[in-house]
Every structure is written in structure tokens, then in C-alpha cells.
């Protein structure tokens, strides 16, 4: 099966989660990209820095749109899914965005009532974050931390506190030092120019934020390849 052929069946359907590496160059290294829509918005930046240089994939659907990774608990249920069986040199993973949105309990659904429980609470969060970050050391890969970006006020939608990204990178690092898993702080990163960079009462960001990340993000790959 050639190129072509792959990718037609891929959008016909296929399971497959991501490009398979082996369908390019072998001789680059194989580099994969966990994360939320945070992450959605930095990795075309990332594999554009990066050509030449490194294969970098994403989780992606069948159609070829990106997948969110979101919360922990989705990472537990799919980390297996979206490792495949590629061979990775580097994976750069992040986690905590989606955990820390409220819920409704009955319903599931994201919402704007501070009185309605985290998605997984800090408890939850850092026992499946220890769960996916054992599975992603299976791999043997290098393996990348990148801190939850800021929330910019608790006018967002849903409701997500600032104070509370704090207390969960606080608990993800805490366990990655322990790990000594390499931490990628782009909380700091786009916290000294958010008012610039993030879009008006929403976690997510300009084309000026993603790219800022993205070369933070290339930094860090490159140092392990």
C-alpha cells in the first residue's frame, strides 16, 4: 500500500489513530503530541519549525481533524489507542485544562455553577496522571510535562478558576520531579503576556499564543533528539 492508498483508507474509515511513522522518513526521529485544544492549536506551528527535523504527530481522527485528548480520565481510557504501535523518540503530554472545568454530576456536562464538582477532582486527577504518565514511560520515549495554561478570569465558559490551574500544576509537577519527567512551563510562558496572546474571557489563544508556545515547545523536543 503506498502513500495514497494509505491515506485514502485512513479517510474511509479506518481506525487508526495517526499516521503510522513508518510511512515516512525513518531516519527522523518519531515525535508525538498529547494534549487538549491547547495543544490542537500549537502542533501545525510545531511540525512547521520542525520539518525535516522530526516526524510530529497528534492524535488525529479518521477524517484527519485533530482529536482533544482532554481530561485525565479520557487519557486513562485511550493513552493505549493513541500510542499505537509506533516506536516514539520523544512524547510531549500534557493534562489538567479539561480536569478542572465544573460538571454536572447528573448530566456530565460542563457548566457555569461553581457549586457542581471538578470534572476530576484533584484526588482523581493526579491518580490517573500517574496511571497515564507509567504507561507513556513503557514506551522507553523521552518523555515532556507541559504545565496547564492560565485561565484568565472566572468569566470563562464553563467555569474554570485561575487558582485552581495553579494547585493542579502544582500536584502534576510535583509528581513529574518525582518522576524526573522534564516540565515545560508554558503556564509561565503565556502568563507574562496573556492580555496579548489569549483571546477575551477564554482559556484559549491567538495565532501569536500558539505559535510562542510552539517554539517553546520545539525547544524543548530538540533538546532530546
Known amino acids: 500500500m503506498n502513500r495514497k492508498q494509505f491515506l485514502r483508507y485512513c479517510l474511509?474509515?479506518?481506525?487508526?489513530?495517526?499516521?503510522?511513522?513508518?510511512?515516512?522518513?525513518?531516519?527522523l526521529p518519531n515525535v508525538l503530541i498529547l494534549g487538549d485544544s491547547i495543544s490542537i492549536g500549537y502542533t501545525p506551528f510545531v511540525q512547521e519549525l520542525m520539518?525535516?527535523?522530526?516526524?510530529?504527530?497528534?492524535?488525529?481522527?479518521?477524517?484527519?481533524?485533530?482529536?482533544?485528548?482532554?481530561g485525565t480520565t479520557n487519557g486513562v481510557?485511550?493513552?493505549?489507542?493513541?500510542?499505537?504501535?509506533?516506536?516514539?523518540?520523544?512524547?510531549?503530554?500534557?493534562?489538567?485544562?479539561?480536569?478542572?472545568?465544573?460538571?454536572?454530576?447528573?448530566?456530565?456536562k460542563a457548566t457555569k455553577n461553581p457549586k457542581d464538582p471538578y470534572q476530576a477532582n484533584l484526588r482523581a486527577y493526579k491518580k490517573n496522571l500517574k496511571t497515564i504518565?507509567?504507561?507513556?514511560?513503557?514506551?522507553?520515549?523521552?518523555?515532556i510535562f507541559a504545565t496547564t495554561t492560565p485561565v484568565p478570569n472566572k468569566q470563562v465558559s464553563p467555569l474554570r478558576e485561575p487558582e485552581t490551574v495553579v494547585k493542579y500544576n502544582k500536584a502534576a509537577v510535583?509528581?513529574?520531579?518525582?518522576?524526573?519527567?522534564?516540565i515545560n512551563d508554558l503556564y509561565a510562558l503565556t502568563l507574562?503576556?496573556?492580555?496579548?496572546?489569549?483571546?477575551?474571557?477564554?482559556?484559549?489563544?491567538?495565532?501569536?499564543?500558539?505559535?510562542?508556545?510552539?517554539?517553546k515547545v520545539v525547544e524543548e523536543i530538540t533538546s532530546f533528539i
Open 77 to 108: 481510557e485511550n493513552i493505549d489507542y493513541w500510542l499505537g504501535d509506533t516506536k516514539w523518540d520523544v512524547i510531549h503530554f500534557n493534562f489538567g485544562l479539561h480536569d478542572l472545568k465544573h460538571e454536572d454530576p447528573l448530566t456530565g
Open 51 to 70: 520539518k525535516g527535523k522530526a516526524n510530529v504527530y497528534r492524535p488525529v481522527f479518521p477524517d484527519g481533524k485533530p482529536e482533544n485528548c482532554a
Open 133 to 143: 504518565l507509567e504507561r507513556l514511560q513503557q514506551t522507553e520515549a523521552k518523555l
Open 192 to 215: 507574562q503576556k496573556l492580555s496579548e496572546i489569549q483571546r477575551e474571557n477564554n482559556v484559549h489563544f491567538v495565532e501569536a499564543g500558539s505559535r510562542l508556545m510552539a517554539e
Open 12 to 27: 474511509a474509515g479506518s481506525a487508526v489513530p495517526f499516521i503510522p511513522a513508518s510511512l515516512f522518513a525513518q531516519e
Open 174 to 182: 510535583k509528581i513529574m520531579k518525582k518522576a524526573t519527567v522534564p
